[in-house]
Each structure stands twice: as structure tokens, then as C-alpha cells.
């Protein structure tokens, strides 16, 4: 690889699987009965707020039993030393990046950990639950919900992830099927605009053929090697 200095990383649920996050495939695609799509969608909510929000509240609550594995300490210990530009763009909407002490974060497909008031638009952090349809501590309207870019919603923040597209020398993909897009089509946006691009997954995801370089195996094993890698060839 020629001289690195920006890079931009995707990572998505094959980052946490080890923390004991079931990514959203291994969850079978299926919750009492639904398919997993079906309660991320806003007619689920329009239809069945109750179901959707005990889906989500039910993650919520997960999630904080978990910790942060090997992979998200590399990536962080990689953001407290790469002095060049790093953005790590989660899909994730758990915080695992954050408690191994990641700050270059990005959530585009939101937080677990904010609830979205549909009635002031603001973000309130939350760890509680939303099926008791609690008020909004801004507004006191109680119009609630969870603060996740379901299926048919824009991500967020794609202005930025594009800038950083843009000016990346290096694009890493780490733990994601490459089957929701427009996450997906990063690796060839980045490609066309010039970065070299690796691919760090447990098995080859339906975009590998776009990436220069492929490494397979568990995140905790070769997203640290990577990371040595990197470090010590600066
Ligand atoms: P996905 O489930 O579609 O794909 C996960 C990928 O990770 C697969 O290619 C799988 O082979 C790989 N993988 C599984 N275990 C791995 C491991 N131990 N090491 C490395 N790779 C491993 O998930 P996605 O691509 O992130 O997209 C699905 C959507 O689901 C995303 O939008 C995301 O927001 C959401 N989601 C998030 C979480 C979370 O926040 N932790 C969990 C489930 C789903």
C-alpha cells in the first residue's frame, strides 16, 4: 500500500457478534414471529407502536450487559494513535465503540442509547424503556421513539461520511454483509475516488470482489493484526 494518512473505516454488526450481539442475520430474521425487517420499518410503528417499541426496548436492555470485545479496543487504540485523519462509521446502533474509548465515531444508522422525540425533533440520551410511552424531557410531550434509521429512512450524517470518503487514502470494511446499502456502496464510492480498500470479515460478504485485499476470520483476531500491522509500518 503506498503512504497512508486517511483513512475511513465501516464497521457493522460482525463487530459485536463477539460481545455476544447477534448480528441481524444470526438473529434468524425472525422476533415472535416477525421478520426482522418488519419491525424496523416506520409503518411497523405506524401499525404496531407497542410490538416495535418492545423489540427495541428489549435490545436497549441487552446491549448494556454487554462489553466491548478485542476488535472495538484495536480500533480504538487505533484512533487514539493515527495522527492522520480516521473516521470509524458505525451501522451499529450499540455503543461498544464509545466504552473501549473510540471518539472519531460516526453513527449513521443511530444510537440504541437516544430516544428521538417525534414532536420537538430533539435527541435525549436514554437507557430505559419506551413502551410505557414516557415524556419527552425537552418538550413533555410523550412522543418518543427509539433513535434508529429504520429500513426506508435516511441515515444519518452522509454529507460527512462522503467529505470523508473524499479525502480517504485508505478504505477498511469490518464485520458487515455489504447487503444494506448505501453503506454497501461505500467500498465503490471509495474505489472511484481513489483509496485503497480491505475488506475484514468472517467470510467473504456479497461485495468482496470490489475490494483490493480480503482478510477472513473472527474481528477479535484480525482486526487487532491489522491494527499491529498498521501501527508499526507508520
Ligand atoms: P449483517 O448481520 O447483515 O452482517 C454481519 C456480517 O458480519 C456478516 O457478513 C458476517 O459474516 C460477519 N460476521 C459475523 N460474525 C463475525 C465475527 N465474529 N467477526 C467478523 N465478522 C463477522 O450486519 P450489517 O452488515 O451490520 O447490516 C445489518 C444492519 O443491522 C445494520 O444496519 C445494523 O445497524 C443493524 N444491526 C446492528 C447491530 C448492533 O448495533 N450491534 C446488531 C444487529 C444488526
Known sequence: MNQIRNIVILTGAGVSAESGIDTFRDAGGLWEQHRVEDVATPEAFARDPELVLRFYDMRREAIQ???PNAAHHAL???DAEWRGELLIVTQNVDDL???AGATRVLHMHGE???AWCTACDERSPWTG????R???PECGVAALRPDVVWFGEMPY???EIFAALREADLFVSIGTSGAVYPAAGFVRNARELGAATL????EPSQGSSWFDESRHGPATEVVPAWVDELLTRK
Open 65 to 67: 450487559t454487554k462489553q
Open 76 to 78: 480504538a487504540r487505533l
Open 97 to 99: 465503540h464509545e466504552r
Open 112 to 114: 440504541h442509547l437516544n
Open 129 to 132: 424503556p419506551l413502551l410505557d
Open 134 to 136: 414516557p415524556a419527552c
Open 157 to 159: 450524517r452522509m454529507e
Open 199 to 202: 475488506e475484514l470479515n468472517l
